[in-house]
């Protein structure tokens, strides 16, 4: 049973456009909360990352907004290019130093 | 800025054969984690170490071993390899005892597993 649920599955936008992900978790114990991004054949690149006492994060394009409430969480990727076009990981864990549940991923592709 | 690196980036063993994956974690940093992925999957989290001793363990199968050695390097040891056992195996590190309680995951490039 996936602890994070992930979606879309994939998502395609036109360059310029926001591009939206979004995680679910069930888990109230869960208190870190990062985003990742993988291109074939690489390993996860920390993208940005969030804890429950904020509801929203930005860092250059990307905005993580998170509902405690909700237990929800999701990545806005405003301005989307081409070079964006990866695979997007939501996780979560107990304290940032311990291990990352992960979502099933989500295949973006923006088009030129 | 030095990253996290695995060696082999690629291993091709037939079935029952073992194998022997290296992580060397960022430089100062104290506590590594591997993580497999298969194809089309999101990575699960197999064991961790921080200092040297173990800190946790997901879902690694009996026939896998890793440690974490004096120079904070760690290996993980596959035996009776599967043809399940094909994969990406992603190390990652962390510094544990960094400021503001945000200790970041890096990942190493993988090392791809074949098995054959």
């Known amino acids: 049973q996936q602890q994070v649920k992930q979606s879309p599955q994939s998502l395609i936008v036109q360059k310029g456009g926001i591009s939206i992900i979004n995680c679910a978790y069930e888990?109230?114990?869960?208190?870190?909360f990062p985003w990742y991004q993988q291109f074939p054949g690489k390993g996860p690149a920390l993208l940005i990352a969030?804890?429950?006492?904020?509801s929203e994060k930005k860092e250059g394009r990307f905005t993580i907004s998170f509902n405690k409430s909700a237990k929800q969480f999701s990545l806005h990727i405003m301005d989307s290019q081409p070079g964006d076009s990866a695979t997007y990981f939501c996780?979560?864990?107990?304290?940032?130093?311990?291990?990352?549940?992960f979502g099933s991923g989500t295949q973006l592709t923006v088009l030129p | 800025a030095a990253g996290v690196i695995q060696s082999p980036r690629h291993l091709i063993k037939e079935k029952r054969e073992t194998a022997t994956l290296k992580c060397y974690p960022i430089?100062?940093?104290?506590?590594v984690y591997w993580y497999q992925q298969g194809p089309g999957q999101d990575p699960q989290f197999l064991i961790s170490?921080?200092?040297?001793?173990?800190?946790d363990k997901g879902s690694i199968p009996d026939r896998f071993s890793a440690q974490q050695f004096s120079d904070y390097h760690s290996e993980l040891n596959m035996s009776s390899l599967e043809l399940g056992d094909s994969a990406l195996y992603f190390c990652?590190?962390?510094?544990?005892?960094?400021?503001?309680?945000?200790?970041?995951?890096?990942f190493g490039p993988g090392t791809r597993l074949t098995v054959t």
């Open positions: 888990n109230t114990a869960f208190d870190y």
């Open positions: 969030i804890r429950p006492d904020v």
């Open positions: 170490f921080y200092e040297k001793m173990q800190s």
């Open positions: 990652a590190s962390s510094l544990f005892g960094s400021t503001g309680g945000i200790h970041e995951q890096y």
């Open positions: 996780a979560a864990s107990r304290g940032s130093a311990r291990q990352l549940t």
């Open positions: 430089p100062r940093h104290d506590t």
